[in-house]
């Protein structure tokens, strides 16, 4: 690698890491939900309230507890997604993930979710903060 190349690289490495350092903002939604499928495989039996969640009774992972939730929404009824990640504390974000469904004069009324942090120094989900949320 020649000189150029190599101070080329050393530059988008400086700005590759001031770019996780001063990123202030937290996640989107798109980036939010990325990071639940890239953890798709967290065992549900080993994050809070979530043992014995989802829609099915063979439902293991977060991967399955979530896709089961979507699956459920339908064109008939009010389906919705919320998405949101604020600050949490000086190391993390905490992100909220809901998905819901009614249908009005029914008793077909339900939101689930899961709540999580993201690192600030990696972005990456913290897999021991992963909480299942909701009632229906």
């Avoid at 996780?20 to 996640?27: E, G, K, S």
């Avoid at 819901?100 to 897999?127: A, C, M, P, Q, Y």
Wanted: with cysteine; aromatic share 8%.
């Amino acid at each position: 690698m020649n000189v150029n190349a190599q101070i080329i690289a050393a530059a988008l490495l400086i700005v590759q890491a001031s770019a996780i350092a001063d990123d202030t903002r937290p996640p989107d939604p798109k980036t939010a939900w990325k990071l639940l499928f890239e953890n798709h495989n967290l065992r549900l039996s080993g994050a809070q309230y979530c043992n014995g969640a989802g829609t099915d009774e063979h439902d293991e992972t977060l991967g399955d507890y979530l896709s089961g939730f979507l699956s459920q929404l339908h064109e008939r009824g009010n389906n919705r997604i919320k998405t949101l990640c604020v600050d949490g504390k000086k190391r993390y974000w905490t992100c909220d993930v809901t998905i819901g469904h009614e249908v009005k004069g029914t008793e077909d009324v339900w939101t689930w979710g899961v709540r999580f942090h993201v690192s600030k120094s990696d972005g990456k989900l913290i897999s021991s903060s992963v909480m299942c949320t909701g009632a229906g």
